[in-house]
């Protein structure tokens, strides 16, 4: 497949800045929704990009570095836990996207956003289902998007070690669910989600949050 197919279509249409959307953090029980927006050059696709739950970690961290190394711009936005359970994930995460688009210097003037939905900003743009393994720009997003996300849960680790974030990130591995019911609920955890409201009211201590 040519991972370039809806950039040079967009060229074509004579847009001249598309970016890439995607988000990574949709499933976890703790953590935030972190989305990022890449504009590659045109003809910039990088390689062994791909969708970042296809890649190895040292792969997503090497392939995220030759992003920022040749991307035109970057755009990166987080949704807290404490968000996420206000307005759901799902408009958290739209919420994300449409941040990190209106992050980007220069703006976009085409988006190419992952997913079946676009965001509310008055961009041209088009929603693409699985967009990460069929578009150079957004699988680039999606690596930005999961590195900065598991950098993110490798410092709040070092705050809440019991949980093991470091290792599964905030999913809802056995580990961290055994983890939930020895220690109960920490300030980053999403307290509307199954698997954490049950166990409200037995939170861990200490009161860091990002």
Same mark, same amino acid.
């Given at each position: 497949?040519?991972?370039?197919?809806?950039?040079?279509?967009?060229?074509?249409?004579?847009?001249?800045? &598309?970016?890439? %959307?995607?988000?990574?953090?949709?499933?976890? *029980? =703790?953590?935030?929704?972190? /989305? +990022?927006?890449?504009?590659? !050059?045109?003809?910039?696709?990088?390689?062994?990009?791909?969708?970042?739950?296809?890649?190895?970690?040292?792969?997503?961290?090497?392939?995220?570095?030759?992003?920022?190394?040749?991307?035109?711009?970057?755009?990166?936005?987080?949704?807290?836990?404490?968000? &996420?359970?206000? %307005?759901?994930?799902?408009?958290?995460?739209? *919420? =994300?996207?449409?941040?990190? /688009? +209106?992050?980007?210097?220069? !703006?976009?003037?085409?988006?190419?956003?992952?997913?079946?939905?676009?965001?509310?900003?008055?961009?041209?743009?088009?929603?693409?289902?699985?967009?990460?393994?069929?578009?150079?720009?957004?699988?680039?997003?999606?690596?930005?998007?999961?590195?900065?996300?598991?950098?993110?849960?490798?410092?709040?680790?070092?705050?809440?070690?019991?949980?093991?974030?470091?290792?599964?990130?905030?999913?809802?591995?056995?580990?961290?669910?055994?983890?939930?019911?020895?220690?109960?609920?920490?300030?980053?955890?999403?307290?509307?989600?199954?698997?954490?409201?049950?166990?409200?009211?037995?939170?861990?201590?200490?009161?860091?949050?990002?």
């Amino acid at each position: 497949m040519d991972l370039q197919y809806f950039e040079n279509r967009a060229l074509a249409r004579g847009f001249v800045t &598309i970016a890439g %959307i995607d988000e990574a953090g949709r499933g976890p *029980l =703790a953590g935030p929704v972190v /989305a +990022a927006a890449v504009i590659l !050059p045109a003809g910039g696709a990088i390689e062994g990009v791909t969708d970042s739950k296809l890649l190895t970690a040292r792969q997503r961290e090497r392939f995220y570095d030759a992003i920022y190394e040749r991307a035109v711009s970057i755009g990166v936005a987080i949704v807290d836990a404490g968000e &996420i359970d206000r %307005i759901n994930i799902l408009q958290a995460s739209r *919420l =994300a996207m449409k941040m990190a /688009a +209106a992050n980007l210097r220069p !703006p976009a003037d085409c988006l190419l956003i992952d997913g079946n939905t676009g965001i509310e900003l008055d961009v041209f743009q088009r929603a693409i289902p699985k967009g990460d393994r069929r578009s150079a720009s957004i699988a680039a997003a999606s690596v930005v998007a999961k590195v900065s996300r598991d950098r993110l849960m490798q410092q709040y680790h070092r705050h809440y070690p019991q949980y093991g974030f470091d290792r599964h990130k905030g999913y809802p591995t056995r580990a961290h669910r055994e983890a939930i019911c020895r220690f109960g609920c920490c300030p980053i955890h999403r307290r509307t989600f199954r698997g954490v409201r049950e166990h409200l009211g037995r939170g861990s201590s200490g009161a860091w949050s990002w």
